[in-house]
């Protein structure tokens, strides 16, 4: 039992709510513990840098969340993470304890449309975890939980870009190199390699450019309402994510697809990668009161 | 009028409250306008990256926020900032305006002890708006505002390293340039030189200098109870900042000075500047309740 990479929710289990879990390998902050209180996530299993988490921290999750009526696993579409997860609710189906979980695919740059299961879950996965928290401290159910995520998933679409690396610790080097005039398309938060590398343009220029990516994906039509996510991946200021919102928001009224909410900052980085990714969701009664539903993390909150 | 430099709480002036408004530059978010809302800041006038606001704007935040029982404007030491928030009170005066000003200097490397009014003012702001925005929300006057932010401020150091600089747009080049092995010890946070270019150094060990420094210099003591603020400069990852903050929990450990409450994060930044900073501030009880009372802000929340 490796309790220090399992962590938990400080009034975890809560009796008969859904428990909600997430996990992944470290330098994400603030995902994913910067998550966990009310109205969100209940446990966390973080592995090191960029590696996925031991399953028996996964399962350690799971069982701290237990509060009775099941545990819904949360996770983005890495093999590692996949295999980890699915080991730890095999562990958790056989203590007795009733396990969903959904696999997030957000990515529009990491697969065709056509095999868009394959993608790699991103930034939109915040949504999910939003979403299935407050599913679960509304009285959810499990099967409740999962269908609300899997509905996250299916409206969500992200794409990033990077202009710098970052440096895993353990192996020294950057992630991937970069001219001065070139900018990764499509990267992942890890630094996976993007779709090309692309010369350099303005911000409105990029914003443009994938925006109408993202949009044409799901995709997102006129009489549509959407939140908006510009997520910084470690090194971008904020005030140039604001840049980059306007233009999704300019794009998003020229089509006239309606925004619900707004979501500018960081929340699922790269370490000190320089980039961003625009995330949208399409919207639904439900979806919109479970995303303004009180929640109480460290790094995210929203009052009643 | 510069209504676009004015950015102003949906609901000010709240009647019969104290007014609290603050500016400077922008290219230091989430400050100053992520901290507008309820219990911290009404108003705020900002200038272009790192340019001090022109004082008509200053003057309009202070109409904006005043509510019929004053306005206090908190504003970091430096000399436009100073220049035009001074014009902007005299011009609120002569409207009939009550207003009372503090000037933050919380950065201990930016001039000697002995002339500590003299030096410049960075994320120890913080805790001055949050503190006068508490103040003001539980009725207190201006006077009892203006105190208790002179209070923090005098209970109140920072010092803060730089590992790489930012590039202002519009002049295109970095601020300052360093070799491969060097930090720049005690830096501003709009990349101003600090007292020594030094060799790099481990986390903990630029961490464990910077505290010593720090500590020293109010001096904080054992016995005292403390608030731990580390700032990210903007392009450092927060999981780097987590290990700062808990080599600086160690030091106060050793020394028996209590940790009341703790921030970690991105407060105050200088656009993409790698690096990050370490305040103090002492605590007593009104310090303490002010600090926990509620407040609700696009980045700063705390429930009731």
């Not at 009310?38 to 031991?54: H, K, N, R, W, Y």
């Not at 990668?273 to 969701?281: E, I, K, R």
Request: one cysteine or more; charged letters at 20%.
């Amino acid at each position: 039992m490796d309790a220090a990479r399992t962590v938990v929710r400080a009034d975890a289990p809560v009796a008969g709510k859904v428990g909600v879990i997430t996990g992944g390998g470290s330098g994400h902050k603030p995902s994913f513990i910067g998550f966990i209180g009310q109205g969100m996530l209940d446990a966390v299993a973080v592995g090191e840098i960029f590696t996925s988490p031991p399953p028996l921290a996964c399962f350690e999750a799971a069982k701290a969340a237990d509060g009775g009526k099941g545990v819904l696993l949360l996770l983005g579409n890495y093999a590692g993470d996949v295999m980890n997860f699915q080991l730890a609710a095999d562990m958790a189906k056989a203590a007795g304890i009733p396990v969903e979980q959904v696999i997030s695919t957000d990515d529009v740059g990491s697969g065709p449309k056509e095999e868009a299961h394959k993608r790699r879950g991103v930034v939109g996965a915040f949504f999910g975890w939003k979403v299935a928290g407050a599913k679960a401290a509304a009285g959810g159910s499990l099967e409740e939980c999962k269908a609300a995520v899997e509905k996250v998933n299916a409206n969500t679409r992200t794409l990033g870009v990077a202009i710098s690396p970052c440096t895993v610790p353990a192996k020294g080097s950057p992630t991937f190199t970069l001219a001065e005039d070139e900018m990764e398309y499509a990267v992942g938060h890890h630094g996976e390699a993007g779709t090309a590398k692309i010369k350099t343009m303005s911000a409105d220029e990029i914003t443009a450019k994938m925006t109408l990516e993202v949009i044409n994906d799901l995709p997102y039509k006129a009489g549509d309402e959407v939140a908006i996510l510009i997520n910084g991946l470690g090194g971008t200021p904020q005030l140039e994510l604001y840049i980059c919102y306007r233009k999704v928001k300019q794009m998003l009224d020229e089509r006239e697809i309606k925004v619900g909410s707004s979501y500018v900052g960081e929340f699922f980085t790269g370490l000190e990668m320089a980039g961003f990714s625009v995330t949208l969701m399409k919207l639904d009664d439900e979806l919109k009161e479970l995303l303004t539903a009180p929640a109480d993390t460290p790094n995210y909150k929203v009052i009643a």
